[in-house]
T-cell receptor, first 107, second 117 residues
Framework: AQRVTQPEKLLSVFKGAPVELKCNYS??????LFWYVQYSRQRLQLLLR??SRESIKGFTADLNKGETSFHLKKPFAQEEDSAMYYC?????????FGKGTRLHILP | EPEVTQTPSHQVTQMGQEVILRCVPI?????FYWYRQILGQKVEFLVS????????KSEIFDDQFSVERPDGSNFTLKIRSTKLEDSAMYFC???????????????FGAGSRLTVL
């Protein structure tokens, strides 16, 4: 079955510390992966996608096909990074989401 | 920046009642989606819609659910006879292009919270 797994429900990190949000996927074929973010009281929005190979708000994510992972990383956490983060996979005509990880940045 | 607009933001209904959730996708987008999120759970795909017909639907999207685009701008989700377990946040999303083109970036609405009593 094609799915996305985010093993951590909650991740608490001190401001200035590195962040890594884990995502593993299972997919037969070439996956197209995304990270979506939902800040408090805001709508779900795209953070980044692996095909763009870009850094958004200091976040990066590298697709590792050997480990079937797409972990989201940031070297120095900021308080405004506190949000719900969803790893997602495109399957046919739709995006399927992981269960999400709540990132809490401690002052 | 263009937005996906959803109404109502919150609806409370009695079990067994019909509910219609409305969405106005971004005007030049071609693909439309409904997702739902039960409190504390993940965002789940319900249905995708293209060229005035359903292109894919999930197991959740049973005969109680229907979608339509009645006037070329609104995209509605109807639940015919609501159940307690339909209580959730329902998100509409739209996308500009074919999913396989690489331009499949979903723009989400703010959601409609449905509470079934």
């Amino acid at each position: 079955a094609q799915r996305v797994t985010q093993p951590e429900k909650l991740l608490s990190v001190f401001k200035g510390a590195p962040v890594e949000l884990k995502c593993n996927y299972s997919y037969s074929g070439s996956p197209e992966l995304f990270w979506y973010v939902q800040y408090s009281r805001q709508r779900l929005q795209l953070l980044l996608r692996h095909i763009s190979r870009e850094s958004i708000k200091g976040f990066t994510a590298d697709l590792n096909k050997g480990e079937t992972s797409f972990h989201l990383k940031k070297p120095f956490a900021q308080e405004e990074d506190s949000a719900m983060y969803y790893c997602a996979l495109r399957r046919d005509d739709k995006i399927i989401f992981g269960k999400g990880t709540r990132l809490h940045i401690l002052p | 920046e263009p937005e996906v607009t959803q109404t109502p933001s919150h609806q409370v209904t009695q079990m067994g009642q019909e509910v219609i959730l409305r969405c106005v996708p971004i005007s030049n987008h071609l693909y439309f989606y409904w997702y739902r999120q039960i409190l504390g759970q993940k965002v789940e795909f319900l249905v995708s819609f293209y060229n005035n017909e359903i292109s894919e639907k999930s197991e959740i999207f049973d005969d109680q659910f229907s979608v339509e685009r009645p006037d070329g701008s609104n995209f509605t989700l109807k639940i015919r006879s609501t159940k307690l377990e339909d209580s959730a946040m329902y998100f509409c999303a739209s996308s500009p292009d074919l999913p396989s083109s690489g331009a499949n970036v979903l723009t989400f609405g703010a959601g409609s919270r449905l509470t079934v009593l």
